[in-house]
């Protein structure tokens, strides 16, 4: 779900947070996350941002700089995905301003028989927004391949 097999896209903004939490701006920054991770238009986007910021503060600052900072090193996996040999889904967020819809595409070309699910009014986190969709999209997966093939 929303991720990206490249390299990061923004190095610059991902280092400007780094330093912003570390100069106390934590609250600030877990706003803007919260205002962009999910879609303000979709039926749940309250829920969610309000869900996000609750995961947020409980893990903190320090491991927010940890995942934000391991975001930066992302070695491009891109060509790895053709490896990929078990049953995939990729259930994307067509709202998804993290992980924009296009690296999910771009993952199905190149995973065998991946299938891509796009939700509408959705961002980053279908589970929360989404979350009746994204347990239908998995039970037809699921029902669709064979036990054992992974």
């Known amino acids: 779900m929303g991720c990206n097999p490249g390299p990061h896209r923004d190095t610059e903004t991902a280092r400007l947070r780094n330093e912003r939490v570390r100069r106390g701006e934590f609250e600030a920054v877990v706003e803007e996350l919260a205002a962009t991770i999910t879609h303000e238009g979709g039926p749940r986007a309250d829920d969610a941002s309000s869900s996000f910021r609750r995961m947020a503060r409980r893990a903190g600052p320090d491991v927010l700089l940890r995942q934000n900072t391991s975001l930066l090193g992302r070695p491009d996996r891109r ?72």
Not at 96 to 109: I, K, Q, S
Not at 140 to 146: D, K, T
């Open 79 to 150: 060509s790895d995905l053709a490896s990929i040999t078990c049953p995939t889904l990729l259930l994307w967020g067509r709202q998804d301003r993290l992980a924009a819809v296009e690296h999910g595409r771009e993952m199905a070309a190149r995973i065998h028989g991946a299938r891509l699910v796009v939700l509408d009014e959705c961002g980053h986190l279908p589970t929360l927004e989404q979350a009746d969709a994204t347990v239908a999209a998995v039970r037809e997966w699921l029902g669709a391949i064979r036990i054992g093939e992974c």
